[in-house]
């Protein structure tokens, strides 16, 4: 009987090209291991892989070394760049290579976490102070001066993370690059997706479909932290998977601290959570979660808003609303706000709109519908699909829709597409 082609191999014979042409690093091994993926995978004695067998055997062994393979294009691209990349900074700063170009790899967002790192430990407020550094310049958006300059949007969670591992890694390597913490996360990540589900080509596929997704990984190449977020995502789930309710809320709460893309995955959490507890203990357990959420929330964050109200509130969220005292964020991405600065119904792509309106209007209805659908299949890889599906749906109609966003919610959804976190 004829068999289709693996999910995996179709997704590996488009994700590699895309490889190659955002790097342009490693090629040659990047197409000599896709043709050795080939060849396991149309070798008729290993081709069946539908169910891992409980003996080693040809099925077993080719699962293995198409795993093996996979992680060799992994370490290529985007972990063999990354490091790349981070070398290449080192070297400009030792006075050793091209500094413009070492900087353009690596986003604005990484320097100032770096910077913001040093701020807090010599007790200056973060979230007051400037941010000059020459990566500034690189990143103008669409404007003349980088708002970032003025601005740090990101959540004290992420400070608090990265304050202990760039001492541990600085004590280690003797430098640190914010890279390095999302690499590891990257990394961790990529361990834990094949623990999700059963079957080996969907194990497989997971792998080839996140860990080579180029609108995920190549924000990990340039320091973007939205992975960090996905693996604390993906950690709760797993704890919710195994009924640890109030460890998965504690891991959500954490998650929620670092990005405030993780808050919108917060409903749909929450509803898998019901729907896990035992019926006389549900409203229970998702009142004890909330509560969780907010403890958390209020531990990590409440004391740098009681630093500077004012500052912390400009910076976290009139900043990225369009309505701070000094440079907003500009317009920019796949968003509705594009089309409407094209054809002028808004001034500038600086002007402040009222995008609120469309996300009531438009997400609210989606929303509505995402819960349900949730409601009804009541398994957890719905809940990736129906939140990504919210998520999606908020940014387009939001002030900036980024690649780091579309690869942010692709993962999410990703995760829904096959049966995980079952025992099936």
């Known amino acids: 009987m004829k068999q289709n082609p693996p999910i995996d191999l179709l997704l590996l014979l488009v994700l590699i090209p895309a490889q190659i042409e955002l790097f342009s690093f490693g090629d040659y091994f990047l197409i000599i291991a896709l043709l050795l993926y080939v060849a396991l995978t149309v070798w008729q004695p290993l081709a069946d892989l539908a169910a891992l067998p409980d003996r080693f055997g040809a099925q077993r062994l080719s699962f293995l070394l198409r795993l093996a393979l996979l992680w060799l294009i992994l370490l290529i691209a985007p972990i063999g760049v990354t490091l790349q990349n981070i070398q290449a900074r080192l070297q400009a700063e030792a006075g050793q290579g091209d500094a413009t170009e070492a900087l353009a790899q690596i986003h604005d967002g990484a320097i100032q976490i770096e910077m913001a790192t040093d701020y807090l430990a010599e007790g200056i407020n973060p979230y007051t102070a400037t941010y000059e550094h020459p990566v500034m310049e690189l ?43 999302y690499l590891l996360a990257f990394v961790l990540l990529v361990l834990l ?85 035992p019926p006389e203990k549900r409203w229970k357990q998702v009142g004890t979660a909330v509560a969780l959420i907010g403890l958390i929330m209020a531990l990590v964050v409440g004391p740098f808003a009681l630093w500077n ?116």
């Not at 960090?228 to 709760?236: E, R």
């Not at 009222?354 to 299949?377: D, H, T």
Request: charged share 10%; net charge neutral; proline share 5%.
């Open 139 to 181: 990143w103008l958006l669409q404007i003349d001066v980088n708002p970032a300059t003025e601005h740090l949007v990101y959540l004290p969670g992420l400070l608090l993370l990265t304050l202990p591992f760039k001492w541990a890694a600085t004590a280690v390597l003797g430098f640190y690059d914010q890279r390095l913490l």
């Open 309 to 424: 109200l004012p500052a912390f509130m400009d910076d976290t969220f009139a900043y990225a609303s369009g309505t701070a005292q000094t440079l907003n964020y500009p317009i920019r991405g796949y968003t509705i706000g594009r089309l409407l600065v094209i054809f002028e119904q808004v001034s500038s792509d600086l002007a402040y709109y009222p995008f609120w309106i469309w996300q009531l209007l438009v997400g609210l209805p989606v929303f509505a519908l995402c819960l349900y659908y949730q409601w009804r299949q009541r398994t957890l890889s719905a809940m990736f699909l129906a939140a990504s599906l919210f998520i999606f749906t908020l940014g387009f109609v939001s002030r900036f829709f980024q690649d780091n966003y579309v690869g942010f919610i692709t993962a999410l959804a990703f995760l829904g597409l096959f049966p995980t976190f079952t025992d099936e």
């Open 193 to 277: 997706l094949p623990t999700i589900t059963r079957k080996p080509s969907h194990k497989l596929a997971l792998i080839v479909g996140i860990g080579l997704n180029p609108w995920l990984i190549q924000p990990v190449v340039w320091g973007m932290n939205d992975i960090l977020v996905l693996l604390g995502l993906l950690l709760a789930a797993l704890l919710l998977h195994k009924k640890q309710l109030l460890w998965a809320a504690v891991v959500l709460g954490l998650a929620c601290t670092l990005k405030q893309s993780a808050w919108l995955t917060v409903p749909f959490f929450l509803l898998a959570m019901y729907l896990a507890a």
